[in-house]
C-alpha cells in the first residue's frame, strides 16, 4: 500500500500518465511501462527517489528491487536531485582517446566541482556517461539527457557552460 507520504509526491495528473503509459501494454503485460513511469516521475520530481520507485513498484505490480535494478541500469535516471544543468561527459576508451577525460577535467576546473557533484548554485551537476555513440565526435557531453554536444574542445566547452550561465543571468 502506498503510504500519505509517498502518495503526494506522485501527482493524480502523474498517475494519469502512468495509466496512459501502461495501456499501450496488453493486460498482462503493464511493468513494460516501468521505463516510461520512471520518465514521468523523473520529469515531475527532477530525479527518482527510493519512495517513487515503490510507488512505480505497486502501480505495476512489480517488486521494488526490480524497478531500482531499472534505475540504477541507465544513466538517465537521477537517483537523487541534480542541477538545472546535467553534463554527461562521454568517457569510454574511443572518447578517452579522443580527449573525453580532458573534457572532464576541463569542466571539474571551470565548474569548480568533481565529476558526480553539483555546483554551489544548483546549475550544473557533472557527470561521466557510457557510450553516447558518437565516437567520431569526440568529445562529447550530453546535455540534460537530450541535447549532443560534439567535438568538445576547452573554447567550446567554455563556451556551453558560459552561455548557460548567461541564460540563467548568473
Avoid: W
Avoid at 26 to 36: G, T, W
Avoid at 122 to 131: D, K, S
Amino acid at each position: 500500500m502506498i503510504s500519505e507520504v509517498v502518495s503526494h509526491t506522485i501527482s493524480d495528473a502523474t498517475k494519469a500518465r502512468f495509466a496512459k503509459e501502461v495501456a499501450k501494454y496488453p493486460a498482462d503485460q503493464k511493468q513494460s511501462a516501468v521505463m516510461a513511469c520512471l520518465a514521468i516521475v523523473q520529469q515531475e520530481l527532477g530525479y527518482v527517489s527510493t519512495e517513487s520507485e515503490k510507488v512505480i513498484a505497486d502501480y505495476l505490480g512489480m517488486a521494488p528491487i526490480a524497478v531500482h535494478e531499472v534505475t540504477t541500469f541507465y544513466n538517465m535516471y537521477n537517483q537523487q536531485p541534480v542541477g538545472k544543468y546535467k553534463l554527461n561527459v562521454c568517457t569510454n576508451l574511443p572518447c578517452q582517446l579522443r580527449d573525453g577525460g580532458r573534457a572532464l577535467n576541463h569542466l571539474e576546473h571551470k565548474l569548480g566541482v568533481s565529476m558526480g557533484e553539483t555546483t554551489s548554485d544548483g546549475l550544473f551537476t557533472l557527470q561521466q556517461c557510457e557510450c553516447l555513440g558518437a565516437c567520431a565526435d569526440s568529445p562529447v557531453l550530453l546535455v540534460n539527457d537530450r541535447t549532443m554536444c560534439s567535438f568538445m574542445s576547452n573554447d567550446k566547452l567554455d563556451q556551453l557552460v558560459d552561455g548557460l550561465r548567461a541564460a540563467e543571468g548568473k
